[in-house]
Protein backbone atom coordinates (compact mmCIF):
# COMPACT_ATOMS: atom_id res chain seq x y z
CA UNK A 1 0.00 0.00 0.00
CA UNK A 2 1.38 3.42 -0.94
CA UNK A 3 2.03 5.87 1.64
CA UNK A 4 0.02 9.27 1.14
CA UNK A 5 2.27 12.33 0.38
CA UNK A 6 0.91 13.99 3.13
CA UNK A 7 2.02 11.35 5.56
CA UNK A 8 5.52 10.63 4.00
CA UNK A 9 6.04 14.79 4.24
CA UNK A 10 4.81 14.62 7.41
CA UNK A 11 7.20 11.58 8.71
CA UNK A 12 10.47 13.02 6.67
CA UNK A 13 9.54 16.84 9.06
CA UNK A 14 9.43 14.57 12.12
CA UNK A 15 12.94 13.49 11.17
CA UNK A 16 14.11 16.73 10.94
CA UNK A 17 12.88 18.02 14.15
CA UNK A 18 14.94 14.85 15.42
CA UNK A 19 18.09 16.21 14.15
CA UNK A 20 17.62 19.91 14.65
CA UNK A 21 16.78 18.48 18.61
CA UNK A 22 20.08 16.31 18.75
CA UNK A 23 22.04 19.47 17.34
CA UNK A 24 20.25 21.79 19.77
CA UNK A 25 20.99 19.87 22.84
CA UNK A 26 24.34 18.66 21.68
CA UNK A 27 25.38 22.40 20.93
CA UNK A 28 24.28 23.11 24.80
CA UNK A 29 25.96 20.58 26.39
CA UNK A 30 29.25 21.42 24.74
CA UNK A 31 28.75 24.92 25.86
CA UNK A 32 28.78 23.74 29.81
CA UNK A 33 32.05 24.56 31.00
CA UNK A 34 31.63 23.20 34.31
CA UNK A 35 31.44 19.90 33.28
CA UNK A 36 34.42 17.44 32.69
CA UNK A 37 34.47 16.37 29.09
CA UNK A 38 33.67 12.99 29.47
CA UNK A 39 30.75 13.84 31.58
CA UNK A 40 29.66 15.87 28.64
CA UNK A 41 30.45 12.66 26.09
CA UNK A 42 28.35 10.52 27.97
CA UNK A 43 25.14 12.80 27.92
CA UNK A 44 25.75 13.18 24.48
CA UNK A 45 25.66 9.47 23.24
CA UNK A 46 22.36 8.86 25.12
CA UNK A 47 20.47 11.61 23.15
CA UNK A 48 21.81 10.57 19.97
CA UNK A 49 19.80 7.10 18.97
CA UNK A 50 16.42 9.00 19.10
CA UNK A 51 17.53 11.10 16.63
CA UNK A 52 18.01 8.37 14.21
CA UNK A 53 15.09 6.84 11.87
CA UNK A 54 14.89 3.52 14.46
CA UNK A 55 15.69 4.66 17.89
CA UNK A 56 14.33 0.98 19.22
CA UNK A 57 17.25 -0.58 17.94
CA UNK A 58 20.11 2.27 17.97
CA UNK A 59 23.09 2.71 20.54
CA UNK A 60 25.75 5.26 19.89
CA UNK A 61 29.33 5.54 20.72
CA UNK A 62 31.88 8.40 21.06
CA UNK A 63 35.47 7.73 21.46
CA UNK A 64 38.56 10.15 22.12
CA UNK A 65 42.13 9.46 22.54
CA UNK A 66 41.65 6.98 25.84
CA UNK A 67 38.07 8.00 26.52
CA UNK A 68 35.48 5.43 24.92
CA UNK A 69 31.64 6.37 25.94
CA UNK A 70 28.75 4.51 24.87
CA UNK A 71 24.53 4.87 25.22
CA UNK A 72 23.07 1.63 26.90
CA UNK A 73 23.10 -1.31 24.84
CA UNK A 74 25.61 -0.72 22.71
CA UNK A 75 26.97 -3.55 20.13
CA UNK A 76 28.79 -3.39 17.00
CA UNK A 77 26.67 -4.75 14.56
CA UNK A 78 26.82 -4.92 10.43
CA UNK A 79 24.74 -1.78 10.20
CA UNK A 80 26.84 0.96 11.56
CA UNK A 81 27.61 4.23 11.00
CA UNK A 82 30.42 6.43 11.68
CA UNK A 83 32.08 9.72 11.58
CA UNK A 84 36.11 10.54 12.60
CA UNK A 85 37.24 13.82 13.43
CA UNK A 86 40.90 14.84 13.80
CA UNK A 87 41.82 17.57 16.55
CA UNK A 88 45.37 19.55 16.24
CA UNK A 89 48.71 16.92 17.45
CA UNK A 90 47.11 13.62 15.58
CA UNK A 91 44.67 13.11 18.44
CA UNK A 92 41.55 11.07 17.07
CA UNK A 93 37.96 10.84 17.50
CA UNK A 94 34.63 8.95 16.26
CA UNK A 95 31.07 9.03 16.43
CA UNK A 96 28.95 5.86 15.74
CA UNK A 97 25.78 4.74 15.42
CA UNK A 98 24.56 1.24 15.37
CA UNK A 99 20.95 -0.61 14.63
CA UNK A 100 20.81 -4.25 16.71
CA UNK A 101 19.02 -5.50 13.27
CA UNK A 102 18.51 -4.85 10.00
CA UNK A 103 16.41 -2.27 8.72
CA UNK A 104 14.72 -0.98 5.65
CA UNK A 105 17.46 0.02 3.32
CA UNK A 106 18.09 4.18 2.36
CA UNK A 107 20.68 6.04 1.19
CA UNK A 108 23.65 4.66 3.07
CA UNK A 109 23.02 1.32 4.05
CA UNK A 110 19.96 1.64 6.74
CA UNK A 111 20.79 4.89 7.19
CA UNK A 112 19.15 8.61 5.59
CA UNK A 113 21.41 11.19 3.73
CA UNK A 114 20.27 13.30 6.39
CA UNK A 115 21.45 10.89 8.83
CA UNK A 116 24.92 11.62 7.63
CA UNK A 117 24.92 14.91 7.39
CA UNK A 118 23.68 15.06 11.21
CA UNK A 119 26.64 12.89 12.02
CA UNK A 120 29.40 14.96 9.93
CA UNK A 121 27.98 17.77 11.91
CA UNK A 122 28.03 16.37 15.26
CA UNK A 123 31.85 14.91 14.61
CA UNK A 124 32.94 18.81 13.75
CA UNK A 125 31.28 20.21 16.85
CA UNK A 126 33.07 17.78 18.94
CA UNK A 127 36.29 18.00 16.82
CA UNK A 128 35.62 22.24 17.47
CA UNK A 129 35.29 21.50 21.33
CA UNK A 130 38.04 19.27 21.81
CA UNK A 131 40.43 22.08 20.09
CA UNK A 132 38.87 24.39 22.54
CA UNK A 133 39.26 22.41 25.38
CA UNK A 134 42.85 21.63 24.70
CA UNK A 135 43.92 25.33 24.08
CA UNK A 136 42.07 25.90 27.48
CA UNK A 137 44.71 23.51 29.30
CA UNK A 138 47.53 24.80 27.38
CA UNK A 139 46.66 28.29 28.15
CA UNK A 140 45.99 27.80 31.78
CA UNK A 141 49.15 25.30 32.23
CA UNK A 142 51.21 28.20 30.70
CA UNK A 143 49.40 30.49 33.30
CA UNK A 144 50.32 28.36 36.21
CA UNK A 145 53.64 28.01 34.47
CA UNK A 146 54.31 31.91 34.15
CA UNK A 147 52.66 32.14 37.59
CA UNK A 148 55.42 29.51 39.27
CA UNK A 149 58.23 31.47 37.49
CA UNK A 150 56.92 34.58 38.59
CA UNK A 151 56.35 33.49 42.47
CA UNK A 152 59.95 31.47 41.32
CA UNK A 153 61.44 34.82 40.30
CA UNK A 154 60.13 37.01 43.31
CA UNK A 155 61.40 34.64 45.92
CA UNK A 156 64.68 34.76 44.56
CA UNK A 157 64.35 38.71 44.74
CA UNK A 158 63.47 38.83 47.96
CA UNK A 159 66.31 36.13 49.35
CA UNK A 160 68.57 38.70 47.20
CA UNK A 161 67.29 41.71 49.05
CA UNK A 162 67.64 40.10 52.21
CA UNK A 163 71.09 39.12 51.66
CA UNK A 164 72.46 42.37 50.07
CA UNK A 165 70.75 43.93 53.78
CA UNK A 166 72.78 41.40 55.34
CA UNK A 167 75.73 41.84 54.08
CA UNK A 168 75.58 45.42 53.94
CA UNK A 169 74.99 44.94 57.56
CA UNK A 170 77.76 42.95 58.14
CA UNK A 171 80.34 45.71 55.96
CA UNK A 172 78.99 48.40 57.91
CA UNK A 173 79.57 46.64 61.17
CA UNK A 174 82.95 45.84 60.15
CA UNK A 175 83.49 49.84 59.43
CA UNK A 176 82.40 50.92 62.45
CA UNK A 177 84.56 48.41 63.80
CA UNK A 178 87.68 49.60 62.18
CA UNK A 179 86.67 53.34 63.31
CA UNK A 180 86.36 52.49 66.75
CA UNK A 181 89.36 49.74 66.87
CA UNK A 182 91.68 51.85 64.68
CA UNK A 183 90.30 55.73 64.00
CA UNK A 184 89.09 56.39 67.75
CA UNK A 185 92.54 54.40 69.22
CA UNK A 186 94.58 56.31 66.85
CA UNK A 187 92.44 59.90 67.56
CA UNK A 188 93.09 58.58 71.38
CA UNK A 189 96.95 57.90 71.22
CA UNK A 190 97.64 61.74 69.31
CA UNK A 191 95.26 63.56 71.94
CA UNK A 192 97.38 61.49 75.10
CA UNK A 193 100.88 63.36 73.24
CA UNK A 194 99.10 66.44 72.73
CA UNK A 195 98.78 67.01 76.18
CA UNK A 196 102.41 65.40 77.50
CA UNK A 197 103.48 68.19 75.08
CA UNK A 198 101.34 70.65 76.45
CA UNK A 199 103.41 70.63 79.75
CA UNK A 200 106.34 71.23 77.70
CA UNK A 201 104.58 73.95 75.79
CA UNK A 202 103.87 75.94 79.01
CA UNK A 203 107.23 77.51 79.25
CA UNK A 204 106.98 78.29 75.16
CA UNK A 205 103.66 80.35 75.66
CA UNK A 206 102.40 77.76 73.03
CA UNK A 207 99.93 76.12 75.87
CA UNK A 208 97.25 77.80 74.01
CA UNK A 209 97.98 75.76 70.62
CA UNK A 210 98.08 72.48 72.04
CA UNK A 211 94.25 73.18 73.87
CA UNK A 212 93.39 74.52 70.30
CA UNK A 213 94.54 70.91 69.35
CA UNK A 214 93.26 68.72 71.79
CA UNK A 215 89.97 70.18 71.58
CA UNK A 216 89.86 69.74 68.03
CA UNK A 217 91.18 65.81 68.90
CA UNK A 218 88.01 65.49 71.52
CA UNK A 219 85.76 66.44 68.83
CA UNK A 220 86.74 63.99 65.99
CA UNK A 221 86.89 60.98 68.40
CA UNK A 222 83.36 62.76 69.68
CA UNK A 223 82.33 62.56 65.83
CA UNK A 224 83.67 59.72 64.65
CA UNK A 225 82.50 57.92 67.53
CA UNK A 226 79.09 59.41 66.76
CA UNK A 227 79.14 57.97 63.26
CA UNK A 228 80.23 54.58 64.57
CA UNK A 229 76.89 54.53 65.93
CA UNK A 230 75.14 55.77 63.12
CA UNK A 231 76.57 53.09 60.25
CA UNK A 232 76.03 50.23 62.73
CA UNK A 233 74.92 49.99 65.91
CA UNK A 234 77.12 47.79 68.24
CA UNK A 235 73.64 47.63 71.10
CA UNK A 236 71.80 45.34 68.21
CA UNK A 237 74.88 42.74 68.08
CA UNK A 238 75.74 42.87 71.86
CA UNK A 239 72.62 43.61 73.75
CA UNK A 240 69.50 42.68 71.22
CA UNK A 241 67.00 44.53 69.41
CA UNK A 242 64.78 46.16 72.40
CA UNK A 243 67.97 47.81 73.18
CA UNK A 244 69.25 48.75 70.14
CA UNK A 245 65.57 50.31 69.48
CA UNK A 246 65.89 51.97 72.74
CA UNK A 247 68.90 53.50 71.72
CA UNK A 248 67.03 54.50 68.35
CA UNK A 249 64.90 56.70 69.97
CA UNK A 250 67.13 58.76 72.07
CA UNK A 251 69.22 59.19 68.40
CA UNK A 252 66.25 60.40 67.16
CA UNK A 253 65.12 62.54 69.91
CA UNK A 254 68.73 64.18 70.28
CA UNK A 255 68.99 64.93 66.06
CA UNK A 256 65.53 65.45 65.49
CA UNK A 257 63.93 66.60 68.30
CA UNK A 258 61.26 63.77 67.41
CA UNK A 259 59.90 62.27 70.46
CA UNK A 260 59.92 58.68 70.36
CA UNK A 261 58.35 55.78 73.05
CA UNK A 262 59.35 52.57 72.77
CA UNK A 263 57.54 49.85 74.43
CA UNK A 264 58.69 46.59 73.82
CA UNK A 265 58.63 42.81 75.28
CA UNK A 266 60.91 42.48 78.41
CA UNK A 267 62.49 39.28 76.30
CA UNK A 268 62.10 38.76 72.72
CA UNK A 269 62.20 36.14 71.67
CA UNK A 270 65.46 34.58 69.94
CA UNK A 271 65.95 35.97 66.02
CA UNK A 272 68.13 35.24 63.12
CA UNK A 273 70.70 38.04 62.59
CA UNK A 274 69.61 38.93 59.03
CA UNK A 275 65.76 39.11 60.79
CA UNK A 276 67.37 41.53 63.85
CA UNK A 277 68.66 43.82 60.83
CA UNK A 278 66.53 44.00 59.14
CA UNK A 279 63.92 45.02 61.96
CA UNK A 280 66.13 47.29 63.09
CA UNK A 281 66.56 49.23 59.37
CA UNK A 282 63.14 48.74 58.70
CA UNK A 283 62.93 51.09 62.04
CA UNK A 284 65.23 53.72 61.69
CA UNK A 285 64.02 53.87 58.13
CA UNK A 286 60.01 54.45 59.73
CA UNK A 287 61.76 56.88 61.59
CA UNK A 288 63.23 58.29 58.87
CA UNK A 289 60.23 59.01 57.40
CA UNK A 290 58.12 60.63 60.46
CA UNK A 291 61.18 63.08 59.92
CA UNK A 292 61.49 63.48 56.48
CA UNK A 293 57.95 63.01 55.00
CA UNK A 294 55.31 62.84 57.84
CA UNK A 295 56.34 65.99 60.06
CA UNK A 296 55.62 63.91 62.92
CA UNK A 297 56.31 65.24 66.96
CA UNK A 298 55.84 62.28 68.30
CA UNK A 299 56.14 58.64 67.19
CA UNK A 300 55.55 55.31 69.74
CA UNK A 301 57.21 51.98 68.92
CA UNK A 302 55.64 48.83 70.14
CA UNK A 303 57.04 45.60 69.53
CA UNK A 304 54.40 42.24 70.85
CA UNK A 305 54.01 38.87 70.40
CA UNK A 306 51.61 37.09 68.48
CA UNK A 307 50.37 33.88 67.78
CA UNK A 308 54.24 32.81 67.23
CA UNK A 309 55.07 36.14 65.39
CA UNK A 310 57.11 39.24 66.62
CA UNK A 311 54.93 42.12 65.60
CA UNK A 312 56.56 45.49 65.18
CA UNK A 313 54.39 48.88 65.43
CA UNK A 314 55.59 52.20 64.65
CA UNK A 315 52.42 54.63 65.49
CA UNK A 316 52.95 58.93 64.61
CA UNK A 317 50.95 61.34 64.91
CA UNK A 318 51.94 63.35 61.41
CA UNK A 319 50.54 64.40 57.74
CA UNK A 320 49.74 60.84 56.87
CA UNK A 321 49.11 59.32 53.23
CA UNK A 322 47.01 58.08 51.17
CA UNK A 323 48.00 54.50 51.28
CA UNK A 324 46.79 53.25 47.81
CA UNK A 325 50.29 54.32 46.73
CA UNK A 326 51.96 51.48 48.00
CA UNK A 327 50.32 49.89 44.71
CA UNK A 328 52.22 51.71 42.62
CA UNK A 329 55.15 52.67 44.36
CA UNK A 330 57.36 55.12 43.45
CA UNK A 331 60.91 56.74 44.58
CA UNK A 332 60.08 58.41 47.73
CA UNK A 333 58.57 57.06 51.15
CA UNK A 334 56.42 54.48 48.96
CA UNK A 335 59.14 52.96 47.28
CA UNK A 336 60.65 52.48 51.05
CA UNK A 337 57.52 50.86 52.54
CA UNK A 338 57.67 48.86 49.48
CA UNK A 339 60.90 47.65 50.01
CA UNK A 340 60.94 46.78 53.79
CA UNK A 341 57.26 44.28 52.53
CA UNK A 342 59.46 43.06 49.89
CA UNK A 343 62.30 42.35 52.32
CA UNK A 344 60.05 40.92 55.23
CA UNK A 345 58.15 38.71 52.35
CA UNK A 346 61.49 36.40 52.11
CA UNK A 347 60.77 35.25 55.64
CA UNK A 348 57.82 35.00 55.71
CA UNK A 349 56.62 38.09 57.08
CA UNK A 350 54.38 40.92 56.29
CA UNK A 351 53.55 44.80 56.29
CA UNK A 352 50.36 46.62 56.75
CA UNK A 353 49.85 49.81 56.79
CA UNK A 354 46.78 52.16 58.34
CA UNK A 355 47.08 55.90 57.20
CA UNK A 356 45.06 58.41 55.56
CA UNK A 357 46.03 62.36 55.36
CA UNK A 358 45.84 64.28 58.27
CA UNK A 359 45.45 61.24 60.86
CA UNK A 360 48.86 59.88 61.07
CA UNK A 361 50.37 56.24 59.94
CA UNK A 362 50.57 52.81 61.85
CA UNK A 363 53.30 50.39 60.51
CA UNK A 364 52.89 47.03 61.34
CA UNK A 365 55.59 44.55 60.45
CA UNK A 366 55.25 40.71 61.58
CA UNK A 367 57.71 37.84 61.24
CA UNK A 368 57.50 34.43 62.39
CA UNK A 369 59.68 33.57 65.31
CA UNK A 370 60.66 30.75 63.68
CA UNK A 371 61.10 31.84 59.75
CA UNK A 372 61.14 29.83 57.00
Sequence with gaps: ?????????????????????????TARLLQDDRRSPREIMGDIVTLLPDAWQFPDVASASISFDDWWVTSAKFLSSPWMQS?????????????????ATECSPEAEGPFLAEERELLDSLAEMLRSYFERKLADDELHAAHDNLERLVAERTNDLRRLAAELSL????????IATLLHDKVIQEFAFMKLQAQKFRGDAVFCGFE?????????????IQQTRKLTFDISSPILYELGLAAALEWLAEHFEQRHNLAVEVAALRTIPPLSEAINVTLYRSAQELLTNCVKYAQARSVVIEVQSRENQLVLIVRDD???FDSSILDKPAIGAGFG????????????????????????????????????
Design 1 to 25: MKVPQSEDTLRLLRERIKELTALHK
Design 83 to 99: AEFVVRSARRGRIEIAY
Design 167 to 174: AEARKDRE
Design 208 to 220: HRFDEIIALLERA
Design 318 to 320: GAG
Design 337 to 372: LFSIRERLGYFGGALTVESSPGVGTAVTLSVPVEPR
